[in-house]
């Protein structure tokens, strides 16, 4: 397998704009105590299903009947377990 490093990309040089697509990204886990490891800038829903995040103001919002393949163009500081029904959720950066 080749290293992802070696992968040639034609936009390395293109600076990421705010509707660039993600460069990265990492499975959430839901916590209620745990803040995420880095601020998405979305989340994709894999199973649908309910989402309590919560924003930088420290309010926590429950995102109802998300469904499957859903893109939620949200920036959330935390993922709560509590309410949230919703599995295989990617945060892309």
Do not use: H, W
């Not at 992802?4 to 040089?13: E, I, S």
């Not at 998405?40 to 919560?54: E, K, Q, S």
């Amino acid at each position: 397998m080749n290293s992802p490093t070696l992968v040639p990309d034609a936009f390395l040089t293109y600076a990421p704009q705010l509707d660039s697509p993600a460069g990265a990204f990492y499975l959430v886990t839901p916590s209620n105590s745990d803040l995420l490891p880095s601020r998405p800038r979305a989340l994709r829903v894999g199973i649908a299903g309910d989402v309590t995040l919560t924003g930088m103001d420290g309010v926590d919002v429950l995102f109802k009947n998300c469904y499957a393949g859903e893109i939620l163009d949200v920036r959330p500081v935390q993922i709560k377990a509590a309410g949230t029904t919703a599995q295989n959720i990617v945060a892309l950066l």
